[in-house]
């Protein structure tokens, strides 16, 4: 099943390639919404599921893939500067920011694009290492900045482990393509801030957002509970996230990895459980809790449940233990009965509380990433 799902994703992402360049915002039927500018975080992604998808010797993804590669050079690239744009259109550029959450994702696209052997990409992630080096790592906290303006002049006083995250991802890739052990141990940096800031919280969960000097700022974007990046409180599929590029990184490491990278991914793997899974009279997971447990955003993601599937596998594959298969199966079979589009081949992003389609959060279905890495880690 989960071969065949996978088969009509890509067939549905390269619906996004668009003939003047990039990746567009796909809607439920896969149609690109010409209504949208091109989105840097969407277009790294498709890359870099086109990159996976060659490597893994499908031959019809390398032009996606090297289609991809152009529009990071041609249109996302700050020639000037240096780093990538968030947002262009046809026009031009429409959001100057450079940050990392989307550069965390480039990095993605380039190193397995690399790691597959394509020699632009190669070319490319030199000039791009560069530019993380010198404006993104932060070694006096062992953590990434978040965000910087366009000329890299001044730097955004907030910081959120969600760009954390996902440079712990483009770490463990980066490895692969590099045999590198530095990535390594940054990205358990960056875990054990994460991990130790889960033992503060009262709930026993990773919290979000942090001031400029890295302390919890429980208030941040109170006003906007819902925001597709950066809700308000506590992101219960980014515990399932964190919880399996934990396992990753244990099982990169070796016989160095620390025992407390497998403890710390079973607790937060259960307290998330407990705390986000129907816990609101219905089956599914909530997306965002307050810092008392408390469900804030009642829709269901399916970026989350994606997260969710691929954290039960790895940790049944890991510990053996029969439990988190048990999770798997339980997940797997909500999934296909309330978010797996068979007709049009893709997922459905957002759910209600009562598990109808919604898109309260999310309009269309722009992201393929989620749901193929997860389709292609429980195969």
Known sequence: MSELNRKQLIEFAKKSALDSGGFGWLNAIGKVDQKKNLEAWVNF??????????????????????????????LFKDEIN???????SAGGIINSEKKSYEFAFALLA???????????????????LEVFEMYFWNEQFGLVNESW?????????????????????AFLELYKSSADSKWLARATRICEFAFSEAKKCRVGLIPEHFDEDWVLDKSYNQEDPGDPFHPFGIIIGHQFEWARLAIELSQA????APVWLLNESENIYKVAKKIGWNVDRAPGFVYTIDFLGKPVVHMRMHWVITEAVAAAWTLNKITGFAHYLNDFEQWWSY??????????????????????????????RPDVYHAYQALVIAH
Not at 52 to 65: F, H
Not at 152 to 169: D, I, P, R, T
């Open 45 to 74: 992604r498709m890359t870099y599921v086109f990159a996976l998808e060659t490597i893994a010797g499908n031959e019809s993804a390398k032009q996606y893939l090297d289609h991809g590669l152009v529009a990071m050079r041609s």
């Open 82 to 88: 240096g780093g990538y744009f968030t947002e262009v």
């Open 110 to 128: 380039l190193s397995a694009a690399s790691r597959g052997g394509d020699e632009v990409a190669r070319k490319e992630l030199a000039s791009a």
């Open 149 to 169: 303006d366009e000329e890299f002049q001044n730097c955004n006083k907030y910081h959120g482990l969600n760009a954390n995250m996902h440079s712990v991802e």
């Open 253 to 256: 490491l070796g016989a160095n």
């Open 335 to 364: 999934a296909e009965q309330n978010f797996l589009d068979q007709i049009n081949g893709s997922w459905r992003h957002e759910l209600d509380a009562t598990n109808r389609e919604s898109d309260s959060v999310w309009d269309g």
